[in-house]
T-cell receptor
Framework: KAGVTQTPRYLIKTRGQQVTLSCSPI?????VSWYQQTPGQGLQFLFE???????NKGNFPGRFSGRQFSNSRSEMNVSTLELGDSALYLC????????????FGSGTQLSVL | SQQGEEDPQALSIQEGENATMNCSYK?????LQWYRQNSGRGLVHLIL?????REKHSGRLRVTLDTSKKSSSLLITASRAADTASYFC???????????????FGQGTILTVHP
């Protein structure tokens, strides 16, 4: 079985731009979660989708949004980028739809200049 | 905000030695998990221990959980250079409920194993 795939691996943007990150979960997994990892704040939960519905959301501004498609693939979007959005963005999938044993992708390293 | 704290922040040992990492958390939990992350990569699930369990083993890993002290420890025995990574504890932080994909991670312990 292929693992969780995130694209692109690296991304460089400038302030004010927007960005879309993509995540393909493990085949058969319907739950996809997104996390932001920074040296200062560590790993922080963004949101979780299951069967195209957002079921849980972390404490991030509305500039951070996501969606999930019928094939369980997910995208997250960050609009009006700020320098502080520079981070490793990690996607995780789960077969149970809960929060046990998440399978993580390798992440997208976003740099905002 | 982080649910827990990990101790030590960094640990440097020689191959063959044991490594112990500790994690404390603040709220009641359903389970606690440990993950490993190699530099700049995704996290890999190592082991899950439920709130009604006290100890769990998986290969060279031993995890303990003390819910009265809200703490857990991860022991890696006979460490290898390939064990060099960051190790994170994670809790679901909503005992009795389902927090749908949300884990709250500690700040992590950076383990360096010297050959």
């Amino acid at each position: 079985k292929a693992g969780v795939t995130q694209t692109p691996r690296y991304l460089i943007k400038t302030r004010g731009q927007q960005v879309t990150l993509s995540c393909s979960p493990i085949s058969g997994h319907r739950s996809v979660s997104w996390y932001q990892q920074t040296p200062g704040q560590g790993l922080q939960f963004l949101f979780e989708y299951f069967s195209e519905t957002q079921r849980n959301k972390g404490n991030f501004p509305g500039r951070f949004s996501g969606r999930q498609f019928s094939n369980s693939r997910s995208e997250m979007n960050v609009s009006t980028l700020e320098l502080g959005d520079s981070a490793l963005y990690l996607c995780a999938s789960s077969g149970t739809g809960g929060n046990e044993k998440l399978f993580f992708g390798s992440g997208t390293q976003l740099s905002v200049l | 905000s982080q649910q827990g704290e990990e101790d030590p922040q960094a640990l440097s040992i020689q191959e063959g030695e044991n490594a112990t990492m500790n994690c404390s958390y603040k709220t009641s939990i359903n389970n606690l998990q440990w993950y490993r992350q190699n530099s700049g990569r995704g996290l890999v699930h190592l082991i899950l221990i439920r709130s009604n369990e006290r100890e769990k083993h998986s290969g060279r890993l031993r995890v303990t959980l003390d819910t009265s002290k809200k703490s857990s420890s991860l022991l890696i025995t006979a460490s290898r250079a390939a064990d060099t990574a960051s190790y994170f504890c994670a809790t679901d932080a909503e005992a009795g409920g389902t927090s749908y994909g949300k884990l709250t991670f500690g700040q992590g312990t950076i383990l360096t194993v010297h050959p």
